[in-house]
Antibody, heavy 121, light 112 residues
Framework: EVQLVESGGGLVQPGGSLRLSCAAS????????INWVRQAPGKGLEWVSG????????YYADSVKGRFTISRDNSKNTLYLQMNGLRAEDTATYYC??????????????WGQGTLVTVSS | DIVMTQSPDSLAVSLGERATISCKSS????????????LAWYQQKPGQPPKLLIY???TRGSGVPDRFSGSGSGTDFTLTISSLQAEDVAVYYCQQYYSVPNTFGQGTKLEI
């Protein structure tokens, strides 16, 4: 069974940093791209970032470019999102979601349960 | 960026009746070289992550009941639930994956 489990969320002050993790199991991790998608409280879905199966191609939404860094460790079957310069508008539940394509962000056939990030003083 | 616009924002349908949700993209999501529409639909129930329903505009995801169907091409798409069940109460999102950034519609809340 494919499983994605996020961790690392929490309360952080504006301007602070946080690193999210997503542990994958039940499939060959490097054979799929993987994304971060967020959802602000009571709002819709926003694609944030994606990375290819090998980790050498990364994609970002303009809203996080230059502040967030996506990476993956295929030896540990784990995806990361390093978030720096956090703002109140980054407050959201962050989901990791498997992309059906190995190279580009495509539709996501499996999602984690999400981890909540709250940016507030 | 491609803007995805869903209508209506909310919808109330009786049990057993048909529900129809529209999704329009600001530019085509039909890739001419393979004739595929890069459009997906998701269902999100309260407190749960999204679940893939439809991809390539009309292909049902694994385990998705056949009362769910997707149609359309180019810039205009429709998600249809042929006979609404109580467990279909959720928010539905369309998503384009034709170009980066992938973008979602604002969501349609389906109620009974």
């Amino acid at each position: 069974e494919v499983q994605l489990v996020e961790s690392g969320g929490g309360l952080v002050q504006p301007g602070g940093s946080l690193r999210l993790s997503c542990a994958a199991s039940g499939y060959t991790f490097s054979s799929y791209g993987i994304n971060w998608v967020r959802q602000a409280p009571g709002k819709g879905l926003e694609w944030v970032s994606g990375v290819s199966g090998s980790g050498d191609i990364t994609y970002y939404a303009d809203s996080v470019k230059g502040r967030f860094t996506i990476s993956r460790d295929n030896s540990k079957n784990t995806l990361y999102l390093q978030m720096n310069g956090l703002r109140a508008e980054d407050t959201a539940t962050y989901y990791c979601a498997r992309s059906i394509s190995v190279t580009k962000p495509y539709y996501c056939d499996c999602w984690g349960q999400g981890t909540l990030v709250t940016v507030s003083s | 960026d491609i803007v995805m616009t869903q209508s209506p924002d909310s919808l109330a349908v009786s049990l057993g009746e048909r529900a129809t949700i529209s999704c329009k993209s600001s530019q085509t999501v039909l890739y001419s070289s393979n004739n595929k529409n890069y459009l997906a639909w998701y269902q999100q129930k309260p407190g749960q992550p999204p679940k893939l329903l439809i991809y390539w505009a009309s292909t049902r995801g694994s385990g998705v009941p056949d009362r769910f169907s997707g149609s359309g091409s180019g810039t205009d798409f429709t998600l249809t639930i042929s006979s609404l069940q109580a467990e279909d109460v959720a928010v539905y999102y369309c998503q384009q994956y034709y170009s980066v950034p992938n973008t979602f519609g604002q969501g349609t809340k389906l109620e009974i």
